[in-house]
């Protein structure tokens, strides 16, 4: 009985809600709401709600994400496992104004989500002698160097390895566009185009120093991913690993990132 009644209180108080946004949006010219879905660069697909505050302030909210499926898988032959990755969700809060109230748009606001801009894995267990023993990684890129830069990085119990591209949990965006959030008819399509702020992005995951003993989580460099990738081939010349890490460091060097976007908006009231 008491949840019945619980129930039926939530309900109550949610029924003046729509009505009462209706009513502002019949007070008030320049109050709209309408829903749509989007498609961008670096942010995937969303959905997305919009609120029309004047003729030239609009106020938009959702969330979006790439799904795992577009990722490609890199293959790891001398340890015998693939290497994959997963952008986690991320929401965004974006305010456009329209000068005049026309399409063109001016667009700021901020994306939000974890640390990890990008998460990176492996596809399926290590086998068992990594398992026990690790994977040696020489952090200064040079294993006859600083011992103190000798690391270990251990699997966790099921022989898995993560890694992570880390950046700020809220990136500042700047941009313009055309098109509104708001349709003058019922559906309407606009385009963004801008750069998201996040001040650099990170390669990092865990490791146990050799010297200290202690579990730390260290930055993955191209000179020591590298020199980790030639002891365990035996070789001294990895072409195809120096383009993989060479483009990882112009990624993660860069401040800002792209943000391209086009959306479809369906308005409500």
Known sequence: MKRLLVLLSALLLLLPVRGAAQ????????????????????????????????????????????????IKEYNVPEVGVGVTGKFPA?????????????????TAGVFFGANDFFKVFNTKALPDSYRQ?????????????????????????KGFLYGALKSGAVKPFIGLGFGSAI????????????????????????????????????????????????VMRN??????????????????SLPVLPVARVSVFVKLF
């Open 133 to 157: 023993a690790g994977i040696s990684y020489y952090a200064d890129g040079n294993r006859d160097g600083d011992i103190t830069q000798f690391y270990t990085i251990n699997p966790d119990s």
């Open 90 to 106: 991320t929401g965004n809060l974006l305010f456009d104004f329209h000068p005049g109230g026309k399409s063109f748009k001016l």
């Open 235 to 252: 070789s001294s010349r990895e072409e195809s690993y120096d383009k993989y890490f060479k483009y990882i460091d112009k990624l993660r």
């Open 183 to 230: 349709p003058g008819k019922r559906v309407g399509v606009n385009f963004d185009l801008g750069v998201e702020y996040t001040g650099g992005l990170d390669l990092r995951t865990d490791a146990r120093n050799f010297i200290r003993g202690e579990v730390e989580n260290i930055p993955i460099t191209s000179a020591g991913a590298l020199e980790t990738v030639r």
């Open 23 to 70: 009513a502002l949006a019949d007070s008030t010219s320049g109050f709209h709401m309408a829903a749509g879905v989007s498609l961008g660069l670096m942010d995937g697909a969303g959905v997305n709600l919009a609120f029309g505050v004047t003729d030239w302030l609009n106020v938009r909210a959702g969330f979006s994400g790439i799904p795992s499926f577009l």
